[in-house]
């Protein structure tokens, strides 16, 4: 790969020499800085990977940034609002296709599903399916950058939270999926939908699947110590997370539940 951009003061910014971050203003406990909207391409056709919330500004910044350069297609690494709520009007903007796996959606005759390869100004970009954190979502490999663009799957802080269209099953496998492709196609960088660059993504996907394992045994515990309920074995087993995190903690708590009583 030809080189990170990790701007010390945040996301903003960064990327590698094809694929650039420029951050939606809606950060929070569960979108970290914000949403990370990927430009991807060189020359004169570009892709843009998650136009983040309809927020008008945000959406006009990206096209500004765009210098003229034509938008061949708008993908979605799934369809949560934070990262498709402004898909409608940043197509409205650049007269582009919205391609995503969830039809729902789509703006246009395309979708996109595991396996598909798109191009822009001579640049691949190889479609992932990922499901898990969301049941729609998806991951982007950029072979020229050795870069996977991660959506939700892997985050640049902190743990994907399941969402209650995802399952823990699927997460589990996906995460497996991308590690055993980081690894074998030389990954050296995740992009991800929130937070910073990854630059060791060998070691960022270890982490999510010890991670994962460890949260499990925490909640087979809670459970021999007598918590039933969600809320109770949130209030053992993430006593050290702060309280604001604690209702997402609760979503992620009912997918493990689901996994281990499947």
């Known amino acids: 790969m030809s080189g990170l951009r990790i701007p010390l003061d945040g996301p903003d910014g960064s990327g590698t020499d094809h694929a650039l971050s420029l951050l939606a203003p809606n950060p929070s406990p569960m979108t970290l800085d914000g949403t990370n909207t990927w430009v991807i391409g060189r020359g004169e056709d570009v892709l843009v990977v998650d136009p983040g919330p309809d927020d008008g500004?945000?959406?006009?910044?990206?096209?500004?940034?765009?210098?003229?350069?034509?938008?061949?297609?708008?993908?979605?690494?799934?369809?949560?609002?934070?990262h498709s709520g402004g898909a409608k009007g940043f197509a409205e903007l650049v007269r582009a296709p919205v391609r995503a796996l969830d039809p729902g959606h789509r703006l246009g005759d395309e979708g996109l599903a595991d396996g598909d390869v798109l191009t822009a100004g001579g640049l691949e970009l190889h479609v992932v399916g990922t499901p898990g954190h969301s049941f729609d979502s998806l991951c982007f490999w950029l072979p020229e950058d050795r870069a996977m663009l991660t959506g939700d799957t892997v985050l640049g802080r902190g743990t994907s939270v399941i969402a209650p269209d995802g399952d823990l099953a699927d997460y589990l496998r996906s995460l497996d999926r991308l590690r055993a492709t980081a690894e074998r196609v030389g990954a050296e960088a995740l992009l991800p939908g929130h937070g910073p660059v990854l630059p060791d993504p060998i070691g960022a996907l270890d982490g999510?699947?010890?991670?994962?394992?460890?949260?499990?045994?925490?909640?087979?515990?809670?459970?021999?110590?007598?918590?039933?309920?969600?809320?109770?074995?949130?209030?053992?087993?993430?006593?050290?997370?702060?309280?604001?995190?604690?209702?997402?903690?609760?979503?992620?708590?009912?997918?493990?539940?689901?996994?281990?009583?499947?």
């Open 57 to 82: 500004p945000h959406l006009r910044r990206v096209a500004d940034r765009l210098r003229g350069r034509r938008v061949t297609a708008i993908l979605l690494t799934h369809g949560h609002h934070d």
């Open 208 to 262: 999510y699947i010890a991670h994962r394992r460890q949260r499990l045994d925490q909640i087979r515990s809670a459970r021999e110590r007598g918590a039933r309920t969600p809320a109770e074995i949130v209030e053992v087993v993430y006593a050290d997370v702060d309280r604001s995190l604690w209702p997402a903690a609760e979503m992620s708590v009912r997918a493990q539940l689901a996994y281990l009583d499947g």
